[in-house]
């Protein structure tokens, strides 16, 4: 991270808020005492309230593409929120099963993909600066998981 605030020239808050909030989340569903569904029902509806009054004020501004009178988007837009559900679902029923060590290491793998992603498919530019830094998060999750592995063979 020190490399990247000079690169930057800034604190990159977006980056650890982010980190901090899907970590924090993790323990939460780790630590909560509700199964795994009902755990991710209990955050859907205690979030209903907010997401609705989301919704409705953009509908209202006109900022929503939903409900605008297209039908096949409004189910598109149903199905997305189904297909969110599903990893979801699973993450709840993982973290759970796995320890949140393991559960970190896991937590690298979404932004590692989206990163290979914009670089190889979209071709979006790969600078030195993010060369260093991706090379190392990767080198100390490797050193990370390295002795872990070391510490279980003793």
């Known amino acids: ?26 323990l939460l569903r780790k630590l909560m005492l509700l199964p795994s569904l009902p755990g991710l029902f209990a955050e859907t509806l205690l979030l209903m309230p907010l ?3 989301v919704i409705f004020w953009r509908i209202h501004q006109g900022l929503s593409p939903a409900f605008s009178g297209d039908f096949r988007l409004d189910l598109l837009l149903i199905g997305a929120g189904l297909a969110t559900s599903l990893p979801l679902i699973c993450f709840a029923f993982g973290t759970r099963r ?9 937590q690298y ?5 989206v990163f290979l992603l914009g670089i190889f498919v979209y071709r979006e530019d790969f600078s030195t600066d993010s060369l260093v830094t991706f090379s190392c998060i990767w080198t100390a999750l490797a050193l990370y998981s390295w002795d872990t592995i070391r ?3 003793w």
């Open 98 to 106: 796995i320890k949140m060590t393991t559960l970190g290491l896991l």
């Open 151 to 153: 510490r279980r063979r």
């Open 1 to 26: 991270m020190g490399y990247q605030i000079v690169a930057l020239g800034s604190f990159p808050i977006v980056p650890l808020a982010l980190a901090l909030s899907f970590g924090l989340y993790a």
């Open 51 to 53: 997401a609705g009054a």
């Open 109 to 113: 793998v979404n932004p590692t993909i």
